[in-house]
Each structure stands twice: as C-alpha cells, then as structure tokens.
C-alpha cells in the first residue's frame, strides 16, 4: 500500500487557466493528479499524449472536452477516458481528478493542431 498525504503534493502551473495538484507515488504504471480548470487548456491547438491514457472525473464544475473533432460536455460526476493519440482540449470551470496509465511524463504529451 502506499499513501501521499496532502502536504506531500506538488503543484504545478500549467498556464494561466490550469493548475495541477500531482499526487506523486513515483510508480511508472499510474499516476495521478488534480486538475482545477479556469477557461482552455490548451490555450490553442490541441494537446495530445502519445503514450497514456487520460482520465477525467468531474469532481465539481462544469464544462467540455473536445477529443479529435467530438464536443463532450460534462458536469459534476461524469467520467471522460482520452486514449492514447487522440487530439483534445479542456474548456470550463472545472476541477477534475486524473490518473493516467502509465504514469503521465512531459515527453510523451505534444501540442497538436
């Protein structure tokens, strides 16, 4: 079993409108992070994880998620999964909760078109 305390987080600034609370376990097969969300992220374009997958579950807020060319709105309680390759932003006012297997790394997310 393993456990992060809160005081154990790192928090990081994505940009302007998006900050993340990662709960590090250091465990390559997943990992973890909350996300509060106040506008687009990305900013433009797209982002893209070539690796992972990326889920999302609305903890409280409201907004969308555009994956390739599909609009999805969602609001408290839904749960959104992005595979690996799929071309996505976020939009809204939103706080999620992400794990992605395996672990999320900044090499394998890209902007994208």
């Known amino acids: ?3 992060v305390r809160k005081n154990e987080t790192k928090i990081f600034k994505n940009s302007e409108v998006c900050t993340a609370i990662e709960y590090s376990m250091e465990d390559k097969d997943i ?3 909350v996300i509060e969300l106040i506008g687009r992220y990305p900013d433009k374009g797209r982002a893209m994880n070539e690796k992972c997958k990326e889920m ?3 903890i ?3 907004g969308r998620v555009m994956v390739d060319e599909k609009e999805i709105k969602l609001k ?3 749960l959104v999964l992005i595979d690996p390759g799929e071309k996505f932003f976020w939009e809204g006012n939103m706080i999620l909760f992400v794990p992605c297997a395996p672990a999320w790394s900044h090499d394998q997310y890209k902007q994208a078109e």
């Open 1 to 3: 079993m393993k456990i």
């Open 31 to 33: 990992n973890k992070a």
């Open 76 to 78: 408290e309680g839904d």
């Open 56 to 58: 999302a579950y609305v």
């Open 60 to 62: 409280k807020g409201s």
